[in-house]
């Protein structure tokens, strides 16, 4: 038999069948606790937020409304409760996603690791060394909320920009054009950091 779909299982806990919010919280814990510890930078209070994002699904399931993707609507609660609880302790040091302008560029699922590629030499080999991926660690922390929330989902979550676009509440282009200056200020930071002694 095949496994049930996030959306299929989140229908039926919307329609009062909560045995599926058990398999979806199995299902997510570990990305999930990813994406708000890297968020909050504090893990004991991404474990705290991780609880309150599921309260959340589960108080606002007749909400749901199949087929809307089941992750898209989950980070949506999840960066909106980072957002909140940021503002709140006084964290949140970046400026509006509305603040951005440019123009787009070609390309849809470009990942932070591809987009890499096309730029360096052996970006791969790179990557997979651990100094480098601390560098990418690093770097990442060092970015707004905003910046890091789009490398992260499209690199780390594999998210398109269509998706993203629905997390973050703008258009699949103001997304990509985000996305492209997120990742020059990486690549800024990135580069600053490897430079280090």
Not at 42 to 54: G, K, M, R, S, T
Not at 116 to 140: G, H, N, Y
């Amino acid at each position: 038999m095949a496994e049930k779909t996030d959306e299929v299982l989140m229908d039926e806990v919307a329609h009062g069948d909560l045995t599926g919010l058990e398999t979806l919280i199995g299902r997510y814990k570990h990305k999930m606790l990813h994406y708000l510890s890297r968020t909050v930078e504090d893990a004991v209070l991404a474990e705290d937020l991780f609880q309150e994002v599921f309260l959340r699904v589960y108080k606002s399931r007749e909400k749901y409304r199949f087929p809307l993707k089941f992750s898209t609507w989950l980070y949506t609660i999840a960066r909106n409760l980072c957002l909140n609880e940021m503002e709140k302790r006084g964290l949140r040091k970046s400026v509006s996603l509305s603040e951005f302008r440019g123009s787009s560029e070609e390309g849809d699922s470009l990942t932070v690791e591809e987009t890499l590629a096309s730029e360096t030499e052996d970006p791969l080999a790179q990557l997979q060394s651990k100094d480098r991926r601390e560098i990418v660690q690093k770097a990442l922390m060092e970015l707004p909320e905003e910046q890091r929330t789009l490398l992260f989902l499209n690199a780390y979550e594999g998210m398109s920009y269509e998706e993203i676009s629905g997390i973050v509440g703008c258009s699949r282009g103001a997304v990509k054009v985000r996305f492209f200056r997120a990742y020059r200020e990486l690549e800024k930071h990135m580069t600053r950091l490897g430079r280090k002694p």
